[in-house]
Nanobody
Framework: QVQLVESGGGLVQAGGSLRLSCAAS????????MGWYRQAPGKQREFVAT???????VYAESVKGRFTISRDNAKNTVSLQMNSLEPEDTAVYYC??????????????WGQGSQVVVSS
């Protein structure tokens, strides 16, 4: 059993900043990629950013230069620092982790979702 619990999010004015965090716990042997996705009302879930165990990251074009993903391997956490937020960033943000459980099985897990609302 693996759980991803998110924190952060909320309401901010355009140009402001927010930080999302996600902590993985449970029967974890190893975590490969960790990342963030988002889903705006009426739209499909889309990729935001991902980071591998070595710290290499990839970003969606729409957030490059504004968002920064980071992780702490010792704590099994991933964070997303969001700066210069725009109304178009309004969405529910989900963290994701590729986890090898103590039973040596690889699975993908999702957080519960965090609402981010950016007002104009």
């Amino acid at each position: 059993q693996v759980q991803l619990v998110e924190s952060g999010g909320g309401l901010v004015q355009a140009g402001g900043s927010l930080r999302l965090s996600c902590a993985a716990s449970g029967s974890i042997f190893s975590i490969n990629n960790m990342g963030w996705y988002r889903q705006a009302p009426g739209k499909q879930r889309e990729f935001v950013a991902t980071i591998n165990r070595s710290g290499s990251s990839v970003y969606a074009e729409s957030v490059k230069g504004r968002f920064t993903i980071s992780r702490d391997n010792a704590k099994n956490t991933v964070s997303l620092q969001m700066n210069s937020l725009e109304p178009e960033d309004t969405a529910v943000y989900y963290c994701h982790a590729s986890v090898q459980t103590t039973g040596q099985v690889w699975n993908g897990y999702w957080g519960q979702g965090s609402q981010v609302v950016v007002s104009s």
